[in-house]
């Protein structure tokens, strides 16, 4: 079957602009997770949803960034007003259920210029 | 094959030999500890994980050892191949929290 998809696969932005990033998790799978990858680094978490609700947003940066997952399965996160420091691979991983392996997809690369 | 630890980010093998990528964890709480793989332009694809309560584990080529005592993980693929060449990521977790703890990677290049 399908896997985790994401999109775009490659966004270019200007520094204060607003971007949305997409994911699609696998069908079925509740839990969903995005994650951060600076070059050179490991993924770092940023949130993570059961359903539709974030039961662990710990991992965000600060109030600038913001995810929903509305209907319990597509999910976006949004960034406000771009700061180059967020340049990075945007990761979005899906579990079937709560502990369960985690499947990522391929990332979303943000370059903010 | 060679051993490496969180010093030596890079780590080159010849086509069938073994290898063995080492990770030191931070967490004594952390009870649950996988092993990803991340190849150039994609996410991390799972290859093995292990709870606490196990020393070893086993899959298909591949064997992972925890050592709780001094917080070490290893990672050993035996026979390697060339599309084992990648980035290998340890990660760690408590069950049951779904927040992943990763590390920052050994790039492993198989040599033909």
């Known amino acids: 079957g399908a896997g985790v998809s994401q999109t775009p696969s490659n966004k270019v932005t200007e520094k204060g602009k607003y971007v949305e990033l997409r994911c699609d998790p696998i069908s079925g799978h509740t839990a969903l997770y995005w994650y951060r990858q600076s070059l050179g680094q490991g993924p770092e978490f940023l949130i993570y949803f059961q359903g539709t609700g974030a039961a662990d947003d710990s991992g965000l940066p600060n109030d600038r960034f913001f995810a929903v997952r509305p209907e319990g399965s597509v999910s976006t996160l949004k960034i406000q007003r771009t700061e180059r420091g967020d340049s990075a691979v945007y990761l979005c991983a899906s579990s079937l259920v709560r502990g369960n392996e985690q499947f990522f997809g391929p990332g979303t690369r943000l370059t903010v210029l | 094959g060679e051993s490496v630890g969180l010093h030596l980010p890079t780590l080159s093998v010849q086509e069938g030999d073994n290898s063995i990528i080492n990770c030191a964890y931070s967490?004594?709480?952390?009870?649950?500890f996988i092993w990803y793989k991340q190849e150039s332009g994609k996410g991390p694809q799972f290859i093995i994980d292990i709870r606490s309560n196990m020393d070893k584990r086993q899959g298909q080529r591949v064997t992972v050892l925890l050592n709780k005592t001094v917080k070490h993980l290893s990672l050993q693929i035996a026979a390697t191949q060339p599309g084992d060449s990648a980035v290998y990521f340890c990660?760690?977790?408590?069950?049951?929290?779904?927040?992943?703890?990763f590390g920052t990677g050994t790039r492993l290049t198989i040599i033909p």
């Open positions: 967490n004594s709480a952390s009870d649950y």
């Open positions: 990660a760690e977790a408590n069950f049951g929290n779904e927040k992943l703890t």
